[in-house]
T-cell receptor, first 113, second 120 residues
């Protein structure tokens, strides 16, 4: 099992460019999450999904869109990147039962110039 | 709404000292889970412990111990005889339960993190 993987690991964008971050999990988990981590602020939830075809906004959704077309994948899109979106992005997944265990990916470091 | 506060932004100790990282949380739910994660310089999140709200037993794992007190809404983490390899950012996090009245779908609320530096 690979667990939770994220692609890419690093990316540098120019302001206004778009990109998609891919999160994939092979544990058949229903729930998936995107967080961003900024210095001094911990991790904050951007969007989440409770199943294939469903998404919902988290704490800091502005400037991001997500899609969950397949159960194993959760995509995070930036349509027009801004320097304020420079951050480390973590994806996580969890099962519907068995407590609140979340499995985290290794993170994607994004810099927007 | 959930909230997690880690009052210590940075802690610096010398190797072999004991160090306690504080965590205070707020939630309206009676069923919830508390976590500690470690983030070493390499950047990944390393799970350390999960505690549910009905289990107030303190836990010890090697040099690590956790003190959960519902009366003060605290879940503190102590490292005994610290080592240089303990240098990292430590996060406390809270998750409300899915089902049983919870509507948060298990998302985690993190504290802002405590940067621990252990000097040789």
């Amino acid at each position: 099992n690979a667990g939770v993987t994220q692609t890419p690991k690093f990316r540098v964008l120019k302001t206004g460019q778009s990109m998609t971050l891919l999160c994939a999990q092979d544990m058949n988990h229903e729930y998936m999450y995107w967080y961003r981590q900024d210095p001094g602020m911990g991790l904050r939830l951007i969007h989440y999904s409770v199943g294939e075809g469903t998404t919902a906004k988290g704490e800091v959704p502005d400037g991001y869109n997500v899609s969950r077309l397949k159960k194993q994948n959760f995509l995070l899109g930036l349509e027009s990147a801004a320097p304020s979106q420079t951050s480390v992005y973590f994806c996580a997944s969890r099962a519907t039962s068995g407590g609140a265990w979340q499995y985290f990916g290794p993170g994607t470091r994004l810099t927007v110039l | 709404a959930q909230k997690v506060t880690q009052a210590q932004t940075e802690i610096s100790v010398v190797e072999k000292e004991d160090v306690t990282l504080d965590c205070v949380y707020e939630t309206r739910d009676t069923t919830y889970y508390l976590f500690w994660y470690k983030q070493p310089p390499s950047g990944e999140l390393v799970f350390l412990i999960r505690r549910n709200s009905f289990d107030e037993q303190n836990e010890i794992s090697g040099r690590y111990s956790w003190n959960f007190q519902k009366s003060t809404s605290s879940f503190n983490f102590t490292i005994t005889a610290s080592q240089v390899v303990d240098s990292a950012v430590y996060f406390c996090a809270l998750s409300e339960a899915v089902g049983a009245g919870g509507t948060s779908y298990g998302k985690l609320t993190f504290g802002q993190g405590t940067i621990l530096t252990v000097h040789p």
